[in-house]
């Protein structure tokens, strides 16, 4: 166990590594416009092409050098938003008024009806698919789930005890929340935005794979997916590629989040 | 217990009203109502205002929603715009085939994750455990469509066994063709499988060293009567909202599976639909999908917290 445990680092960091460096400096390795196009349809790898072309005739390596950013820049966006929503409301709803406590939390479970990717098809359908409005949406939707864990954190009888004995001391609401309990929360919070990284790609990924947001001449890895899913026995590169990327940054930062897990199990056991 | 089952239930009410209220203002008050979807294909502002007319959007908004609340208790959720038919005919239709893909992944998760769970939590570390964990981290986070099509390249089109697409197949077609469902339900099926199955073995593993069980092995309980009688109602519990939840994804997962393999259930017709932008078909397919969602929360949390009372769950 302790021997799979010791050599897993590296693995889980090449799955997480490749795309997100493909993600980063792709777009600078390959130069130009993703979308030229112009060569024959769906050809396999050759002449020219490394990877083959798309079903538009465009060069498959190019595109999915362009497509990771998109993938990475909007989970992480996404990622912000909930929290820079989510960690307000849940310090608002651990503050000393009850009344505000009850409404914020009861008022976040009613969020929890509507599962993600039925938000994300409904905006859709209202006309709203731009690439904003898609992470904003998939950020909120983490709120109720930031703000919870961020009153738990808060609420922790130890964080509690600490931030009345500051209080005593004199010490202001802006020392208290901003040095205090940001240093507090730091932990929870980043081992949970690792953890909701994977399901804010899963709920981005699979909208755009569903149309829902990028066009669909876009780069983006998921829709490359989508476009060349029909032509996925003549030319298996093109979809192959950019879904064994996608695939390597989900289990690859999963691998990572586990560990992490694990350790902090081992050292408060 | 009943101040948390009427507690709880207060929240589903609410909770209800919500989507009702959320899935009216997609079709009414939000830009890119009914109307101006048709004001496209319609052109002059005479035919768009005579059409606000036709549908009451004109009227006030209470009165609208009231009317619109009416003809849902009646079953009238209007019709569609691209056929004209009324939206519950294609819903109807579509069903059954959501059905044969959904029940029988929701039937291997029932019976086989908390089975997997309860042997590999029982033995920690054991190969089966550490094959269950890897394929629960590995399959975490693994959209549905990626999955689904490196399945297909792998199985159907590398390996020939069995059927890359089920385009245009409807309930009766795939129950003469089962094959067909194989990928799909498999694809459904595993991720869940797994989470559920990692949730019941961290629950058995963490009730059976707990002090209570030790406390019960003192007092010359037989392990199997442990295991039985307290170790698995309590990892139950917990599991059970997990489950909930897990009948959430199966919903959200037949979406991307029926589009990846083409199959013609409530997934592709709720894609449709949002790509035709026909709102009050868009607005069927919502209230169904949401109103299960709650429903099945509600009954998850209740049965957790039968089962693991001390537990305070909310939602």
């Given at each position: 166990m302790s021997a799979a445990r010791g050599r897993r680092p590296w693995i889980a960091l090449a799955l997480l590594g490749t795309p997100v460096l493909v993600a980063v400096v792709g777009p600078w390795a390959a130069g130009g416009s993703p979308s030229t196009q112009g060569a024959?349809?769906?050809?396999?790898?050759g002449d020219g092409h490394p990877l083959g072309t798309d079903v538009l005739g465009r060069d498959v390596l190019r595109l999915v050098l362009h497509g990771g950013a998109s993938v990475l820049g909007s989970a992480l966006g996404a990622l912000l938003v909930g929290a820079a929503v989510g960690v307000p409301l849940g310090l608002l709803a651990a503050g000393e008024r009850r009344v505000l406590d009850e409404s914020v939390m009861r008022g976040l479970d009613l969020l929890l009806a509507f599962p993600g990717l039925l938000v994300l098809m409904t905006l859709a359908a209202t006309g709203h698919r731009e690439w904003y409005w898609l992470v904003a949406v998939a950020g909120v939707l983490q709120v109720p789930a930031v703000a919870r864990l961020v009153r738990g954190a808060a609420l922790a009888p130890s964080a509690r005890t600490v931030v009345e004995a500051l209080r005593m001391q004199g010490r202001g609401w802006a020392y208290v929340h901003l040095r205090h309990l940001a240093r507090q929360l730091a932990a929870p919070l980043a081992t949970d935005a690792a953890g909701r990284f994977s399901v804010v790609l899963y709920l981005l990924a699979s909208a755009n794979f569903l149309g829902l947001g990028l066009p669909s001449s876009s780069p983006d890895w998921a829709v490359l997916v989508e476009r060349n899913s029909d032509a996925l026995f003549t030319q298996p590169a093109a979809v192959l590629v950019p879904a064994g990327l996608l695939t390597c940054l989900c289990v690859g930062g999963n691998l990572l989040v586990d560990r992490a897990l694990a350790r902090r199990r081992e050292v408060r056991p | 217990m009943r101040r948390y089952v009427l507690r709880r239930s207060l929240l589903a009410v609410l909770q209800c009203l919500v989507v009702l209220v959320a899935v009216f203002a997609v079709g009414?008050?939000?830009?890119?109502d009914t109307a101006d979807v048709l004001r496209g294909e319609l052109g002059t502002p005479e035919q768009v205002a005579a059409l606000r007319t036709e549908l009451g959007l004109d009227e006030p908004v209470s009165t609208r929603f009231v009317h619109w609340l009416g003809g849902l208790f009646t079953g009238d959720l209007g019709n569609s715009l691209?056929?004209?038919?009324?939206v519950g005919e294609d819903l109807g239709r579509r069903v059954g085939v959501t059905l044969l893909l959904g029940a029988p992944a929701l039937l291997l998760v029932t019976v086989l994750a908390p089975l997997a769970g309860t042997v590999s939590g029982l033995r920690e570390g054991s190969r089966a455990d550490r094959a269950l964990n890897t394929a629960a981290v590995l399959l975490h986070a693994v959209p549905e469509f990626v999955l689904g099509l490196l399945l297909v390249a792998s199985v159907s089109l590398a390996a020939g066994l069995l059927p890359a697409t089920a385009v245009g197949m409807d309930a009766a077609a795939l129950l003469a063709r089962p094959a067909v469902l194989v990928l799909p339900v498999a694809v459904l099926t595993a991720r869940h499988l797994c989470d559920l199955a990692r949730q019941v073995r961290a629950g058995v593993a963490a009730e059976r060293h707990g002090a209570v069980a030790a406390h019960l092995r003192l007092l010359g309980m037989r392990e199997r009567t442990v295991v039985l009688r307290h170790v698995l109602p309590g990892a139950l519990g917990p599991a059970a909202q997990q489950y909930a939840r897990c009948v959430e994804g199966l919903l959200g997962g037949a979406v991307l599976v029926e589009a990846v393999f083409g199959l013609r259930g409530m997934g592709t017709g709720f894609v449709e639909a949002v790509q035709n932008r026909d709102l009050p078909q868009v607005q069927a397919y919502a209230l169904v999908f949401a109103g299960t969602v709650v429903a099945v929360n509600l009954v998850g949390d209740l049965v957790a917290h039968r089962l693991a009372p001390r537990r305070e769950v909310t939602a």
């Open positions: 024959l349809p769906s050809r396999p790898p | 009414s008050l939000l830009p890119g691209t056929t004209g038919l009324p």
